[in-house]
């Protein structure tokens, strides 16, 4: 129900992991204002677990297992206590049900409800309020000092790989280790004493390192970046396999079936090929529209989306450089870092579903039996890292 909400909220998003905040939403409908109902969707179920505040998957059904949790309403000038109410119905399956006491006193239907929490405690923010939404920026309000609360630091590890990647950076243009697009990470970690493996595990000390090219005078990026790369469930993929996806969708090209291609969840690529988040079943798919029905292919658990995410970039320094080619060899110049730390987990199911987190195949067939492919690869525009990251920190190399 997200989609009709008053307030868009990416923009909400942005605003609070600005402050290094995640949040949740919820929006209630004009039906649920006034049965006193609302869904707990699966960001929602997924965020209290995660927060350690409640599992709905535990849980009973029936009146009798409702759970009440205390929570805040956050408003321009003070906070009001509230509770709020979880349980499952004894109707058909139990679906998880949310209710917030005094609602209709701080929103109406269709408002953008954000929920955050900080020390253990539930904060309840009305987004589509400018009034509190703007009171984030003025310290003596009640959401000003949540958001003071919520800043992070920069490590110690940190800081010594910053000052490894400046001694080796600057102006000076160095020849790739390797050709081809992997040159230019590959070269950065031999500069910096770095062996190359295949460890899912970060690159120093437990901070990730990507490297990318882009020119100094260019403010967008001219590709996304890799967040991670995770391998789908194939026991609940109905597709079975890899090389069964690129049998059925792969396509022939220099004598070699292969499948490169980006999917997205706005709309179909040209294999008519998109993801899909299922709330009801907490994954990700990977779909094929046809005649306005989705065939189910990959899957994917959004919490292990989640770990992967998290396990990856802890903190990471995204590098990035100019490029030019000197007697036929391709030349780096690392000139700029980007400094991001902690992932606000609770985003990456709004980012997958508005489009903003993409997925790459990227696989071809090595014999009749076998593929290779080389990840699938989960990337996002460096422009985008404020939707799912605190507020990044860049820091010039020369």
């Not at 905040?21 to 929006?27: I, K, N, R, S």
């Not at 953008?112 to 003025?138: F, H």
């Not at 295949?198 to 990507?210: A, C, N, R, T, V």
């Not at 080619?325 to 709004?350: N, Q």
């Amino acid at each position: 129900m997200i989609v009709k909400a008053d307030t868009n909220p990416k923009e909400i998003i942005n605003l609070f992991s600005g402050h290094g905040m995640a949040v949740t939403f919820l929006v209630p409908t004009q039906t649920g204002m006034e049965k006193s109902i609302m869904d707990a969707t699966a960001p929602v179920r997924n965020f209290f677990k995660e927060n350690g505040l409640h599992d709905y998957d535990k849980q009973q059904q029936g009146t009798d297992n409702k759970v009440l949790i205390p929570a805040e309403y956050v408003l321009v000038d003070k906070v009001i206590p509230t509770k709020i109410s979880l349980y499952r119905p004894e109707t058909k399956s139990g679906d998880p049900r949310i209710w917030f006491y005094g609602l209709a006193k701080h929103a109406s239907q269709y408002n953008l409800l954000a929920m955050t929490v900080l020390g253990g405690k539930i904060y309840i923010i009305n987004a589509s309020n400018k009034a509190v939404i703007e009171s984030i920026t003025a310290a003596g309000t009640p959401l000003g000092r949540l958001a003071s609360l919520a800043g992070s630091a920069i490590s110690t590890e940190a800081n010594e790989l910053l000052g490894l990647i400046r001694d080796v950076a600057g102006d000076k243009f160095i020849p790739t280790v390797r050709g081809g697009a992997t040159g230019i990470g590959a070269t950065l970690e031999s500069l910096l004493g770095i062996k190359a493996n295949s460890s899912k595990l970060p690159d120093f000390k437990g901070i990730e390192i990507k490297a990318s090219r882009q020119e100094p005078s260019r403010l967008r990026a001219r590709n996304r970046v890799n967040l991670f790369s995770q391998v789908p469930d194939w026991q609940q993929s109905p597709v079975g396999s890899a090389m069964n996806m690129l049998k059925q969708y792969g396509y022939t090209k220099e004598g070699r079936l292969q499948l490169y291609c980006t999917l997205g969840a706005i709309k179909p690529n040209s294999q008519g090929l998109m993801l899909d988040v299922d709330g009801s079943e907490n994954v990700l798919k990977t779909v094929e529209g046809v005649d306005g029905a989705n065939i189910d292919l990959m899957v994917w658990a959004i919490a292990n989306l989640k770990a992967r995410l998290a396990e990856k970039h802890p903190e990471s320094f995204w590098v990035k450089a100019e490029s030019k080619v000197i007697d036929g060899v391709e030349h780096f110049r690392y000139y700029k870092a980007i400094h991001t730390t902690r992932p606000i987990l609770s985003s990456l199911e709004y980012l997958l579903s508005d489009g903003t987190v993409t997925l790459d195949l990227t696989m071809s067939e090595k014999s009749k039996t076998a593929v290779r492919d080389h990840g699938y690869l989960f990337k996002i525009w460096p422009e985008d890292f404020k939707s799912l990251f605190p507020p990044p920190k860049y820091h010039l190399l020369t």
